[in-house]
């Protein structure tokens, strides 16, 4: 068995393989040439890496690495976060995942792995990854909170979860003025925010402009396509990163990231952001999180808990240490592949 990297020579084999392996159309786009491309192959994807496993001129198992550069302890620190990981399910060979795995983990200081399967569970844990905590997908739904045609809605909201409704108030509340948030699709090149003055909502451990790579990067998703919209809050402008998807998750919008203007707070962010998905008609506005303050703040104003993500870190033996999440490299959206999450359940 050898492995060798992904690269056009072999897209269509491995786009083959993982149509098979993840039981997908052959024409879906999580599995297209198209998509792999992107992902793997493209000038701003040059940090992320697939890796596949082959037998006799077969894939045996295939797995990828989108990469990020963080800031620890003042030193850059390359992390990666494994996503399609996946095996033969015609010709199945003992061992090849994990070998696949392996491989990918011994080229990086430090890899996450988040979500995912409970197949999965065991086998990272048997080549060293660890537990370490939960990753929080947070979504609400605006129409609960803007918008109640009538006043047996909202007696019924209020009765079923008083909690929740004043809540809801409370971002109501932050701009009941017509004027008091506006947003803007900005149509100019994200380079410009190189040098904006302001903190970083997600992605605080990440040097701007490796950080803003990434967002061109996203941009270009050929499915999902991720857009830049400003937001003026009492005069001064925040800009969000914001996906609006066109796929069975049509409807829901996510919050991939945000650099903040420093006289705005976490609440007013949040809270805005809930006031554009209701301007867009959506149903829900979600978000990704491992950041504690965050997930406090978005919970009282009425975000819930979608999906608790189990996350776990491997770390090689000169690597940082991490034993729980407030010691893990920043986990958001951004992070993983497709916005990193599946679609969410009724509870969201």
Known sequence: MNIRKLDNGNLKLCADFLAVAKGANINSPSVSQEYLKWKYLSQEADENICLLLEQDGEICSIVGGIVWKYIVNGKELQVCFPVDWYSSTKSPVKGAGRRILKALMDQFPVSVAVGGTKICFEPQISVGFRDIGEVFLLGIEANKI?????????????????????????????????????????????????????????????????????????????????????????????????????????????????????????????????????????????????DKNIFSTAFSLGYRICDRLRTQYYSLPDAPFCSDMRECPDVFFLSGDELMYRRPGKQC
């Open 146 to 290: 803007f918008g109640l045609r009538d006043l047996a809605r909202k007696t019924r909201n209020f009765i079923l979860n008083p909690v929740s409704y004043f809540q809801g108030l409370r971002v109501a509340d932050k701009f009941s003025s017509k004027n008091s948030v506006i947003f803007k699709n900005e149509e100019f090149s994200v380079d410009r925010l190189l040098d904006f003055k302001g903190w970083q909502f997600f992605s605080q451990n990440i040097e701007r402009s490796f950080l803003i790579r990434k967002w061109k990067h996203y941009m270009l998703q050929p499915y999902n396509h991720a857009k830049l919209v400003s937001v003026r809050l009492r005069g001064r402008l925040s800009y969000l990163f914001i996906s609006e998807f066109n796929d069975a998750r049509k409807g829901y919008i996510a919050l991939a990231d945000v650099l903040c203007d420093v006289t705005h707070s976490k609440e007013d962010i949040l809270a805005a952001f809930v006031v554009y998905t209701k301007f867009k008609s959506s149903k829900r506005a979600l978000f990704m999180t491992s």
